[in-house]
């Protein structure tokens, strides 16, 4: 995989940081992305952006704290 673990970690953090392109304008998004879930999508990016546009999660729980933890690359998948 061309991005170091280092790298994509440090990556993914600024990726959550933007909300995942709700807090920057989708400007952490790769212009293909895509958004799938198990009920929801495919979705493109301005779909993605569009939904949660008006998903005001934070605004709801003003206290809300993700406490991410544990960041590492999958060693059989490093592209994870």
């Keep these: ?3 170091k673990p280092p790298a994509l970690i440090a990556r ?3 990726v959550l940081e933007a909300g995942v392109g709700t ?3 989708g400007e952490c998004l790769a212009p293909d992305f895509e958004f799938c879930a198990a009920v ?3 979705l493109g990016r301005e779909e993605y952006l569009a939904a949660l546009g008006t ?3 934070e605004d709801a729980f003003p206290d809300i704290n ?3 933890y544990g960041f ?3 060693p059989f998948e490093p592209n994870r």
Aim: charged share 30%; no cysteine; glycine share 10%.
């Design 1 to 3: 995989f061309p991005i």
């Design 12 to 14: 993914a953090k600024q």
């Design 23 to 25: 807090k920057d304008g």
């Design 40 to 42: 929801v999508g495919p």
């Design 55 to 57: 998903f005001k999660l």
């Design 66 to 68: 993700p406490n991410y």
């Design 72 to 74: 590492r690359v999958d």
